[in-house]
């Protein structure tokens, strides 16, 4: 087994590891539930390979082997369970979005709230601004496990890097794992502070992405 063999197969054990482990944060979080929401990651150094969570598994039955490798079709490289059904979903943002490496969908109930409402979540909080560049919008309603829908949702999100599925959750994306479950947790965090602030007045103070004049979090 040569070096370079040795390497790509210490970052997928790695990698599938690491996704576990935010599967299960996740469910610490509050973000999920069930078997609702996936997660995935660009295989590092390998070409057109990506991990992601298999469907209908709950997280707290899952191991790091049941982490699927697929290919940008979506077809199965390695595994022995079939990948999440919003799979597609995924491999479109990884066309779309180079800058992407991670991706994280959930189904927390304050961004639900504005997706049902139908409102963006507005950038009341600095940290929510700075991970996803801007107000979080909101995609119209569509069933999500096919590439039309991964298709409309990127037209949604353009450069962003969060997006809310009207009835349905949330998909945040990075350039990391860890990026792109933080930018869950703070989209979370801003939707439920605005549900509150809107109780209080129908003009919260907002913040915009351009001015602020930073690019990292505080």
């Not at 996740?26 to 992601?52: A, C, H």
Request: aromatic share 8%.
């Amino acid at each position: 087994m040569t070096g370079e063999a040795t390497a790509v197969e210490f970052d997928l054990a790695t990698a599938k590891q690491e996704i576990l482990d935010y599967c299960l944060r996740s469910m610490e979080y509050g973000l999920n539930f069930n078997t609702q929401g996936n997660i995935s990651v660009r295989v590092p150094g390998v070409e057109d390979r990506f991990l992601i969570t298999p469907t209908d598994l709950e997280y707290d039955r899952m191991t790091a082997d049941d982490i699927v490798l697929v290919n940008g079709n979506s077809e199965v490289v390695e595994g022995r369970l079939g990948p999440s059904s919003e799979v597609t979903v995924h491999m479109a943002v990884y066309k779309r979005r180079p800058d992407v490496n991670a991706i994280v969908h959930s189904e927390p109930i304050f961004s639900n709230v504005w997706g049902v409402v139908g409102t963006p979540i507005l950038g009341t909080l600095v940290n929510m601004v700075i991970y996803t560049k801007g107000d979080v919008p909101i995609m119209p309603f569509e069933l999500s496990n096919n590439s039309a829908f991964g298709e409309h949702m990127c037209d949604v999100m353009g450069d962003l890097n969060a997006v809310v599925w009207a009835n349905h959750g949330l998909l945040t994306v990075g350039p990391n794992l860890r990026d792109a479950f933080k930018t869950s947790v703070a989209v979370e965090s801003a939707a439920k502070v605005q549900a509150y602030a809107r109780a209080l007045t129908d003009t919260p103070i907002v913040l915009e992405y351009g001015k602020l004049g930073i690019t990292s979090a505080l």
